[in-house]
């Protein structure tokens, strides 16, 4: 059995997709949000999933927060922190400390459209895909190692808000399975780039959602 912690900020419905993915060999061995009342910890508590908050307001330093955070973290003992919907930057000693096992998910096409409101750039910007990357967290913000990515079409009559929400569903389905390919020991970093052994196509590390699907 592996170790997941899950760090939130909110809703946490990428957690509630990991969570339902019932992966194999894989125990959420807790759920940490920086803000006490995100929506996500109530719904992991009820399905008896250890949940803390270590609220970033209590701190006089980011790296007091962090401290207190690793300790936390730590003491779940975490073969891999995942970063799901978690809205503080963290400093290069934090990110040192979890390097090759700790993973974001962002809703755009890395390295295009790091930071926030990636929806609003990408339809001002008249993109005619967007979507979402998995990748291992480094000291650059939304940077780091690209572990797997999901397309979708843009539409004309699009609004953040659709577009958001097409995103948001194959975050669900992209995450969970770069979770399982770590947990199984598949994925390696080597020159900066994620290699996926064993993988049965190109496919495998990519999801392509035609607009049929949607
Ligand atoms: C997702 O769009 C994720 O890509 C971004 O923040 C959002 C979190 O949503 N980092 P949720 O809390 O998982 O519902």
């Known amino acids: 059995m592996k170790n997941v912690v899950i760090l939130i900020s909110g809703r946490g419905s990428n957690m509630q997709a990991i969570v339902k993915a019932r992966l194999p060999n894989t125990r959420i061995a807790a759920v940490i949000s920086n803000r006490p009342k995100a929506a996500g910890l109530a719904w ?31 003491h779940f003992d975490a073969d891999l922190l995942v970063l799901a919907g978690f809205m503080r930057i963290l400093t290069p000693s934090f990110t040192q ?21 990636t929806h609003q750039r990408v339809l001002a910007t008249g993109c005619k895909i967007a979507g979402c990357t998995v990748h291992f967290v480094t000291a650059e913000l939304d940077h780091g190692p690209i572990v797997a990515q999901g397309v979708v079409p843009v539409a004309d009559e699009d609004t953040s808000d659709s577009l958001a929400a097409r995103i948001l569903a194959v975050e669900h389905r992209l995450y969970p399975a770069a979770i399982r390919w770590f947990i199984e020991g598949r ?7 994620v290699l996926l052994s064993n993988a049965h196509s190109i496919d495998d590390s990519s999801f392509i959602v035609p607009t049929a699907e949607l």
Do not use: C, Q, W
Request: net charge negative.
């Open 187 to 193: 994925l390696s970093i080597i020159g900066g780039k």
């Open 44 to 74: 992991a508590a009820a399905r008896g999933i250890p949940t803390l908050t270590v609220d970033h307001n209590a701190f006089d330093s980011r790296e007091a927060f962090e401290d207190k955070l690793a300790e936390a973290i730590d």
């Open 97 to 117: 400390r979890y390097e090759g096992r700790a993973m974001n998910i962002h809703p755009s096409l890395l390295p295009a459209f790091t930071g926030i409101h």
